[in-house]
């Protein structure tokens, strides 16, 4: 699977868009970008997924770069609530056993007023 | 709305105990899967099951095994806990199928366990 380098930390005002990136540049032809966050105390909570073309959900809209070695997850109006660790994954499609989420380290999105 | 709940948000036990952590799904799902959080070190594999009584060893399978008997439970057991066992351990469902890959994991709360 591809590595997914991402940034430790990063700060937003509430009520601004947050920009997380993320680096995937050995990403293979038929492996899915995937975000995950986990606020502290609970389990991840799926966010968004994509392949090529951009996706956009009710939660946030993730932007895949034309060769696919960078993406980047936005949230349109950051709150609060979404100061959490965003966890960028790579997986390859395929066998039953293919079929877990490799958690990296992520990036700690701290949300201020 | 999607459920996945585990048996207990903290425990608390000794060396050599069994320990028996348990998950529920009520999405019928068909993948379910145990990791464990560690700071540091993020989310590790430990299991997964991919239909009832089918198990595959994830990443860190030693000192632990798991049961699946019915669709909706899977159970993580520690035969003889030990110190280094003391983690959070987080439950999770998916669809299965051949397209399962694109299926979102949906997570319980987790299970702070603390061996002493």
């Known amino acids: 699977d591809a590595k997914t380098t991402q940034p430790t930390s990063m700060d937003c005002a509430e009520g601004r868009a947050a920009n997380l990136p993320c680096n995937h540049s050995t990403i293979s032809g038929n492996e899915y970008v995937y975000w995950y966050r986990q606020i502290h105390s609970q389990g991840p909570q799926y966010i968004i997924h994509g392949l090529k073309n951009n996706e956009t959900n009710e939660m946030a809209s993730l932007i895949i770069t034309e060769d696919r070695k960078s993406s980047t997850l936005i949230l349109p109006h950051a709150t609060l609530r979404d100061t959490a660790v965003y966890y960028c994954?790579?997986?390859?499609?395929?066998?039953?056993?293919?079929?877990?989420?490799?958690f990296g380290k992520g990036t700690t999105l701290s949300v201020s007023s | 709305d999607v459920k996945v709940t585990q048996s207990s948000r903290y425990l608390v036990k000794r060396t050599g105990e069994k320990v028996f952590l348990e998950c529920v799904q009520d999405?019928?799902?068909?993948?379910m899967f145990w990791y464990r959080q560690d700071p540091g070190l993020g989310l590790r594999l430990i299991y997964f099951?991919?239909?009832?009584?089918?198990?595959e060893k994830g990443d860190i399978p030693e000192g632990y095994s798991v049961s699946r008997e019915k669709k909706e439970r899977f159970s993580l057991i520690l035969e003889s806990a030990s110190t280094n066992q003391t983690s959070m351990y987080l439950c999770?469902?998916?669809?299965?199928?051949?397209?399962?890959?694109?299926?979102?994991?949906?997570f319980g709360p987790g299970t702070r366990l603390t061996v002493t």
């Open positions: 099951s991919y239909d009832v009584k089918m198990k």
């Open positions: 999405m019928d799902h068909e993948n």
């Open positions: 999770a469902s998916s669809l299965g199928g051949h397209y399962s890959i694109t299926y979102e994991q949906y």
């Open positions: 994954i790579v997986r390859v499609a395929g066998n039953q056993a293919g079929t877990a989420l490799i």
